[in-house]
Protein backbone atom coordinates (compact mmCIF):
# COMPACT_ATOMS: atom_id res chain seq x y z
CA UNK A 1 0.00 0.00 0.00
CA UNK A 2 1.60 3.89 -0.61
CA UNK A 3 3.52 4.72 2.56
CA UNK A 4 4.61 1.16 2.95
CA UNK A 5 6.66 0.70 0.15
CA UNK A 6 9.88 1.54 1.61
CA UNK A 7 12.61 -0.73 2.46
CA UNK A 8 12.60 0.62 5.42
CA UNK A 9 16.41 1.78 5.59
CA UNK A 10 16.08 4.16 8.93
CA UNK A 11 18.11 2.92 12.53
CA UNK A 12 17.92 4.15 16.07
CA UNK A 13 20.61 6.87 15.44
CA UNK A 14 18.94 7.71 11.90
CA UNK A 15 15.99 8.31 13.71
CA UNK A 16 16.95 10.03 16.64
CA UNK A 17 19.15 12.28 14.43
CA UNK A 18 16.56 13.13 12.16
CA UNK A 19 14.05 13.94 15.42
CA UNK A 20 17.08 15.97 16.64
CA UNK A 21 17.15 18.23 13.77
CA UNK A 22 13.68 18.64 13.83
CA UNK A 23 13.08 19.43 17.10
CA UNK A 24 16.41 21.36 17.78
CA UNK A 25 19.51 21.63 15.39
CA UNK A 26 21.59 23.33 17.63
CA UNK A 27 21.47 25.89 20.32
CA UNK A 28 20.20 28.75 17.69
CA UNK A 29 17.54 30.67 18.95
CA UNK A 30 17.11 29.45 22.59
CA UNK A 31 18.93 32.89 24.10
CA UNK A 32 15.40 34.32 25.26
CA UNK A 33 15.34 31.03 27.29
CA UNK A 34 18.05 32.88 29.98
CA UNK A 35 16.79 36.67 29.17
CA UNK A 36 13.23 36.27 29.99
CA UNK A 37 13.56 35.37 33.89
CA UNK A 38 17.28 35.25 34.20
CA UNK A 39 20.10 32.79 34.21
CA UNK A 40 19.36 30.81 37.32
CA UNK A 41 15.67 30.05 36.05
CA UNK A 42 16.44 29.71 32.50
CA UNK A 43 19.36 26.68 33.53
CA UNK A 44 16.70 24.94 35.63
CA UNK A 45 14.32 25.25 33.04
CA UNK A 46 16.13 23.43 30.13
CA UNK A 47 16.92 20.98 33.00
CA UNK A 48 13.17 20.11 33.58
CA UNK A 49 11.28 21.10 30.64
CA UNK A 50 12.58 17.67 28.19
CA UNK A 51 11.58 15.51 31.11
CA UNK A 52 8.20 17.91 31.99
CA UNK A 53 7.13 17.76 28.21
CA UNK A 54 9.55 15.90 25.46
CA UNK A 55 9.73 12.61 26.83
CA UNK A 56 6.27 11.69 27.97
CA UNK A 57 5.34 12.69 24.71
CA UNK A 58 7.99 11.09 22.96
CA UNK A 59 7.53 7.71 24.19
CA UNK A 60 3.57 7.70 24.32
CA UNK A 61 3.62 8.88 20.44
CA UNK A 62 6.36 5.91 20.04
CA UNK A 63 3.88 3.59 21.45
CA UNK A 64 1.77 4.54 18.64
CA UNK A 65 4.06 5.20 15.74
CA UNK A 66 4.68 1.27 16.01
CA UNK A 67 1.26 0.49 16.17
CA UNK A 68 0.90 2.60 12.70
CA UNK A 69 3.85 2.07 10.74
CA UNK A 70 3.42 4.25 7.25
CA UNK A 71 4.36 7.68 6.50
CA UNK A 72 2.13 10.51 8.81
CA UNK A 73 1.81 7.57 11.42
CA UNK A 74 -0.18 10.26 13.85
CA UNK A 75 -2.93 11.37 11.54
CA UNK A 76 -4.06 7.71 11.41
CA UNK A 77 -4.49 7.15 14.76
CA UNK A 78 -6.00 11.01 15.48
CA UNK A 79 -8.35 9.60 13.01
CA UNK A 80 -9.26 6.30 14.78
CA UNK A 81 -9.35 7.86 18.25
CA UNK A 82 -11.56 10.65 17.22
CA UNK A 83 -13.07 10.53 13.48
CA UNK A 84 -11.45 11.24 10.30
CA UNK A 85 -11.59 15.05 10.22
CA UNK A 86 -9.49 15.23 13.27
CA UNK A 87 -7.05 13.20 11.54
CA UNK A 88 -6.83 15.88 8.87
CA UNK A 89 -6.82 18.64 11.22
CA UNK A 90 -3.85 17.18 13.26
CA UNK A 91 -2.39 16.41 10.47
CA UNK A 92 -2.93 19.99 8.83
CA UNK A 93 -1.79 21.53 12.30
CA UNK A 94 1.25 20.12 12.56
CA UNK A 95 1.90 20.29 8.75
CA UNK A 96 1.80 24.12 8.57
CA UNK A 97 3.42 24.97 11.61
CA UNK A 98 6.47 22.48 10.27
CA UNK A 99 7.00 24.55 7.59
CA UNK A 100 6.54 27.68 9.63
CA UNK A 101 9.72 25.97 11.49
CA UNK A 102 11.92 26.21 8.64
CA UNK A 103 12.12 29.81 7.96
CA UNK A 104 32.95 31.01 26.75
CA UNK A 105 34.18 29.13 29.98
CA UNK A 106 37.75 30.50 30.76
CA UNK A 107 35.62 33.75 31.79
CA UNK A 108 32.82 32.05 33.75
CA UNK A 109 31.40 33.56 37.03
CA UNK A 110 29.50 30.67 38.83
CA UNK A 111 27.59 33.00 40.68
CA UNK A 112 26.26 34.10 37.56
CA UNK A 113 24.08 30.93 36.82
CA UNK A 114 21.90 31.93 40.45
CA UNK A 115 21.09 35.45 38.78
CA UNK A 116 16.73 35.65 38.66
CA UNK A 117 15.75 38.26 36.58
CA UNK A 118 12.85 40.61 39.03
CA UNK A 119 10.71 41.36 35.92
CA UNK A 120 10.19 37.87 35.14
CA UNK A 121 8.07 37.68 31.90
CA UNK A 122 7.16 33.45 31.94
CA UNK A 123 5.48 33.94 29.06
CA UNK A 124 8.13 34.20 26.98
CA UNK A 125 10.18 31.86 28.71
CA UNK A 126 7.29 29.39 27.78
CA UNK A 127 7.31 30.40 24.03
CA UNK A 128 11.01 30.26 23.58
CA UNK A 129 11.25 26.76 26.13
CA UNK A 130 8.51 25.11 23.82
CA UNK A 131 9.82 26.85 20.37
CA UNK A 132 13.24 24.68 21.22
CA UNK A 133 11.97 21.89 22.19
CA UNK A 134 9.00 21.16 20.08
CA UNK A 135 8.45 18.08 17.07
CA UNK A 136 8.50 15.53 18.27
CA UNK A 137 5.86 13.68 16.78
CA UNK A 138 7.91 14.30 13.33
CA UNK A 139 8.85 10.66 13.79
CA UNK A 140 5.57 9.43 12.53
CA UNK A 141 6.14 11.53 9.69
CA UNK A 142 8.24 8.85 8.19
CA UNK A 143 7.15 5.78 10.13
CA UNK A 144 7.03 3.76 7.07
CA UNK A 145 10.56 4.29 6.77
CA UNK A 146 11.96 2.58 10.14
CA UNK A 147 14.32 -0.44 10.60
CA UNK A 148 12.04 -2.66 13.35
CA UNK A 149 9.69 0.17 14.84
CA UNK A 150 9.40 -1.90 17.98
CA UNK A 151 12.87 -1.40 18.98
CA UNK A 152 13.64 1.77 17.26
CA UNK A 153 11.37 4.09 18.26
CA UNK A 154 11.67 4.04 21.73
CA UNK A 155 15.34 4.08 21.86
CA UNK A 156 15.75 6.58 19.27
CA UNK A 157 13.66 9.14 21.37
CA UNK A 158 15.24 8.85 24.73
CA UNK A 159 18.25 9.02 22.67
CA UNK A 160 17.05 12.31 21.00
CA UNK A 161 15.93 13.50 24.57
CA UNK A 162 19.34 13.67 26.03
CA UNK A 163 20.80 15.31 22.90
CA UNK A 164 18.66 17.92 22.57
CA UNK A 165 19.14 18.43 26.66
CA UNK A 166 22.69 18.57 26.34
CA UNK A 167 22.41 20.63 23.29
CA UNK A 168 21.60 23.78 25.22
CA UNK A 169 22.22 22.79 28.77
CA UNK A 170 26.22 23.35 28.23
CA UNK A 171 26.30 26.28 26.20
CA UNK A 172 24.11 27.77 28.95
CA UNK A 173 26.31 27.51 31.67
CA UNK A 174 29.53 28.58 29.70
CA UNK A 175 27.25 31.92 28.59
CA UNK A 176 25.40 32.80 31.36
CA UNK A 177 28.93 32.08 33.16
CA UNK A 178 30.25 35.07 31.41
CA UNK A 179 27.10 36.97 31.12
CA UNK A 180 28.93 39.18 28.52
CA UNK A 181 27.13 41.22 27.22
CA UNK A 182 24.42 40.89 29.97
CA UNK A 183 21.63 38.55 29.98
CA UNK A 184 19.13 41.00 29.62
CA UNK A 185 19.87 42.43 26.18
CA UNK A 186 19.84 38.66 24.76
CA UNK A 187 17.37 37.55 22.41
CA UNK A 188 17.39 35.40 18.78
CA UNK A 189 20.47 35.41 17.38
CA UNK A 190 22.76 36.91 20.00
CA UNK A 191 24.89 34.11 20.54
CA UNK A 192 27.46 35.82 17.34
CA UNK A 193 27.45 38.87 19.70
CA UNK A 194 27.82 37.00 23.45
CA UNK A 195 30.84 35.13 21.30
CA UNK A 196 32.30 37.89 20.07
CA UNK A 197 32.84 39.27 23.43
CA UNK A 198 33.84 36.46 24.83
CA UNK A 199 36.64 34.44 22.62
CA UNK A 200 37.13 37.43 19.71
CA UNK A 201 36.50 37.47 16.31
CA UNK A 202 38.21 33.36 15.55
CA UNK A 203 34.85 32.04 18.33
CA UNK A 204 32.40 34.79 16.97
CA UNK A 205 33.43 32.72 12.89
CA UNK A 206 33.51 29.25 14.69
CA UNK A 207 29.74 29.96 16.24
CA UNK A 208 28.47 31.32 13.02
CA UNK A 209 29.79 28.73 10.61
CA UNK A 210 28.30 26.00 13.26
CA UNK A 211 25.31 27.84 12.89
CA UNK A 212 24.86 27.84 9.40
CA UNK A 213 25.86 23.87 9.77
CA UNK A 214 22.89 23.62 12.46
CA UNK A 215 20.03 25.36 10.48
CA UNK A 216 21.24 23.35 7.10
CA UNK A 217 20.68 20.26 9.00
CA UNK A 218 17.12 22.10 10.76
CA UNK A 219 16.33 22.92 7.34
CA UNK A 220 16.66 19.94 5.22
CA UNK A 221 15.13 17.89 8.23
CA UNK A 222 12.01 19.68 8.58
CA UNK A 223 11.56 19.76 4.97
CA UNK A 224 11.82 16.13 4.41
CA UNK A 225 9.48 16.19 7.45
CA UNK A 226 6.98 17.86 6.33
CA UNK A 227 7.01 16.04 2.45
CA UNK A 228 6.69 12.39 4.13
CA UNK A 229 3.80 13.69 6.30
CA UNK A 230 2.06 15.35 3.21
CA UNK A 231 2.53 12.67 1.30
CA UNK A 232 1.16 9.98 4.46
CA UNK A 233 -1.57 11.91 4.45
CA UNK A 234 -2.40 11.79 0.48
CA UNK A 235 -1.67 7.78 0.88
CA UNK A 236 -4.54 7.90 3.10
CA UNK A 237 -6.50 10.29 1.26
CA UNK A 238 -6.51 13.63 3.42
CA UNK A 239 -4.36 14.98 0.94
CA UNK A 240 -4.51 15.26 -3.13
CA UNK A 241 -3.44 12.26 -4.33
CA UNK A 242 -0.98 14.33 -6.46
CA UNK A 243 1.52 14.71 -3.43
CA UNK A 244 1.34 10.49 -2.58
CA UNK A 245 3.81 10.33 -5.59
CA UNK A 246 7.37 9.21 -4.85
CA UNK A 247 10.64 8.34 -6.43
CA UNK A 248 10.98 5.00 -7.94
CA UNK A 249 14.32 4.58 -6.17
CA UNK A 250 14.09 6.74 -3.11
CA UNK A 251 10.80 6.85 -2.04
CA UNK A 252 11.09 10.49 -1.91
CA UNK A 253 8.41 12.69 -2.58
CA UNK A 254 9.76 15.34 -4.57
CA UNK A 255 6.30 17.07 -4.88
CA UNK A 256 5.29 17.55 -1.13
CA UNK A 257 8.67 18.57 -0.73
CA UNK A 258 8.18 20.99 -3.05
CA UNK A 259 5.07 22.33 -1.75
CA UNK A 260 6.57 22.92 1.47
CA UNK A 261 9.74 24.87 0.22
CA UNK A 262 7.47 27.15 -1.92
CA UNK A 263 5.63 28.34 1.40
CA UNK A 264 8.77 29.10 3.14
CA UNK A 265 9.74 31.57 0.61
CA UNK A 266 6.30 33.04 1.03
CA UNK A 267 6.47 32.89 4.81
CA UNK A 268 9.40 35.30 4.14
CA UNK A 269 7.49 38.35 4.36
CA UNK A 270 6.39 37.97 7.64
CA UNK A 271 8.86 38.32 10.98
CA UNK A 272 9.97 36.00 13.40
CA UNK A 273 7.47 36.65 16.04
CA UNK A 274 4.80 36.60 13.72
CA UNK A 275 5.71 33.31 12.62
CA UNK A 276 6.88 31.87 16.11
CA UNK A 277 3.22 32.89 17.04
CA UNK A 278 1.24 30.95 14.65
CA UNK A 279 4.17 27.98 14.82
CA UNK A 280 3.81 27.58 18.74
CA UNK A 281 -0.11 27.84 18.51
CA UNK A 282 -0.96 24.90 15.85
CA UNK A 283 2.10 22.52 16.82
CA UNK A 284 0.91 22.91 20.67
CA UNK A 285 -2.70 22.41 19.63
CA UNK A 286 -1.52 19.58 17.29
CA UNK A 287 0.01 17.97 20.57
CA UNK A 288 -2.47 18.14 22.66
CA UNK A 289 -5.10 16.54 20.81
CA UNK A 290 -1.89 13.85 19.51
CA UNK A 291 -2.01 12.79 23.31
CA UNK A 292 -5.44 12.58 24.00
CA UNK A 293 -5.88 10.56 21.07
CA UNK A 294 -2.89 8.50 22.36
CA UNK A 295 -4.47 8.59 26.24
CA UNK A 296 -7.87 7.37 24.44
CA UNK A 297 -6.84 4.49 22.21
CA UNK A 298 -5.51 2.78 25.42
CA UNK A 299 -9.49 2.41 26.44
CA UNK A 300 -11.21 2.63 23.06
CA UNK A 301 -8.87 0.33 20.93
CA UNK A 302 -6.86 -1.70 23.69
CA UNK A 303 -6.80 -4.82 21.14
CA UNK A 304 -4.28 -2.86 18.60
CA UNK A 305 -1.49 -4.66 18.70
CA UNK A 306 0.97 -2.16 19.92
CA UNK A 307 5.24 -3.35 19.71
CA UNK A 308 5.88 -1.39 21.44
CA UNK A 309 4.32 -0.47 24.65
CA UNK A 310 4.66 2.26 27.93
CA UNK A 311 5.28 0.61 30.45
CA UNK A 312 2.12 1.95 32.14
CA UNK A 313 -1.40 0.98 33.11
CA UNK A 314 -3.91 2.92 31.47
CA UNK A 315 -4.89 4.88 34.78
CA UNK A 316 -1.41 5.56 35.26
CA UNK A 317 -1.18 7.01 31.46
CA UNK A 318 -3.72 9.18 32.25
CA UNK A 319 -2.50 10.76 35.68
CA UNK A 320 1.45 10.73 33.89
CA UNK A 321 -0.45 12.94 30.95
CA UNK A 322 -1.81 15.31 33.20
CA UNK A 323 1.73 17.55 33.49
CA UNK A 324 2.46 17.99 29.93
CA UNK A 325 -1.39 18.48 29.07
CA UNK A 326 -1.92 21.36 30.87
CA UNK A 327 1.65 22.99 29.95
CA UNK A 328 0.34 22.27 26.35
CA UNK A 329 -2.82 24.31 26.77
CA UNK A 330 -1.02 27.42 28.33
CA UNK A 331 1.17 27.29 25.89
CA UNK A 332 -0.98 27.29 23.16
CA UNK A 333 -3.32 30.21 25.34
CA UNK A 334 -0.36 31.93 25.39
CA UNK A 335 0.85 31.90 21.79
CA UNK A 336 -3.08 33.20 20.90
CA UNK A 337 -3.42 35.74 23.32
CA UNK A 338 -0.05 37.34 22.77
CA UNK A 339 -0.98 39.87 20.29
CA UNK A 340 -4.30 40.82 18.05
CA UNK A 341 -1.53 39.55 15.23
CA UNK A 342 -1.08 36.22 16.33
CA UNK A 343 -4.63 35.77 17.43
CA UNK A 344 -6.21 37.18 13.47
CA UNK A 345 -3.60 35.07 11.71
CA UNK A 346 -4.37 31.76 13.92
CA UNK A 347 -7.78 32.17 13.66
CA UNK A 348 -7.53 32.12 10.11
CA UNK A 349 -5.07 29.74 9.80
CA UNK A 350 -7.81 27.47 11.82
CA UNK A 351 -10.75 28.46 9.28
CA UNK A 352 -8.19 27.60 6.09
CA UNK A 353 -7.95 24.30 7.65
CA UNK A 354 -11.55 24.01 8.50
CA UNK A 355 -12.44 24.78 4.90
CA UNK A 356 -10.23 22.31 3.39
CA UNK A 357 -11.61 19.33 5.68
CA UNK A 358 -15.21 20.27 4.31
CA UNK A 359 -14.19 20.09 1.13
CA UNK A 360 -12.40 16.62 1.11
CA UNK A 361 -15.06 15.67 3.23
CA UNK A 362 -17.06 16.29 0.21
CA UNK A 363 -15.12 15.77 -2.45
CA UNK A 364 -13.10 12.74 -0.87
CA UNK A 365 -9.87 11.63 -3.05
CA UNK A 366 -10.12 7.95 -2.15
CA UNK A 367 -11.32 5.49 0.71
CA UNK A 368 -9.13 6.06 3.88
CA UNK A 369 -6.09 3.59 3.88
CA UNK A 370 -5.83 0.59 5.90
CA UNK A 371 -5.03 0.69 9.09
CA UNK A 372 -1.74 -0.87 9.67
CA UNK A 373 -1.02 -3.26 12.36
CA UNK A 374 -4.68 -2.94 13.59
CA UNK A 375 -7.65 -5.78 13.61
CA UNK A 376 -9.53 -6.77 10.75
CA UNK A 377 -12.71 -4.97 12.04
CA UNK A 378 -10.72 -1.60 12.59
CA UNK A 379 -9.59 -1.70 9.21
CA UNK A 380 -13.26 -1.85 8.11
CA UNK A 381 -14.03 0.65 10.70
CA UNK A 382 -11.87 3.21 8.72
CA UNK A 383 -14.57 4.31 6.18
CA UNK A 384 -16.40 5.80 8.56
CA UNK A 385 -13.52 7.97 9.96
Known amino acids: MPGSHSHRQLGILSVALITYFNVSGGPWGSEPVLAACGPFVGI???LLFPWVWCLPLALTFAELFTAFPTDGSFCKWVGVAFGRPMGFH??????????????????????????IRQDRDWGRLLSALYWNYSGFDAAGAYAGEIQSPKTTYPKAMVLTVV???????????????ADMPHYTTWDDGSYSVIAQMIGGTWLCIWVLISSVF????????????????????ADSGL???????????????????????????????FDFDTILGIDNFLSALSS?????????????????ERPYRVN?????????????????????????????TSFLLNVIALTLGYLIQKYIERHPYHK????????????DLSEDL
Open 163 to 177: MIAFTYIIPFIAIAG
Open 368 to 379: YAEIIGAPLHLT
Open 90 to 115: VGYWSWVSGVLIVYAMPLIEPANWFV
Open 312 to 340: LSDKSLVMAMMLPFTLGIFIMMNELTKSW
Open 44 to 46: LAV
Open 288 to 304: LVEMSAAVRMRFSHPEI
Open 214 to 233: GNLGLYVAEMAKDGFQLAGM
Open 239 to 269: APPYFAQRHPDTGVPRRAILLAFFIIVFMGM
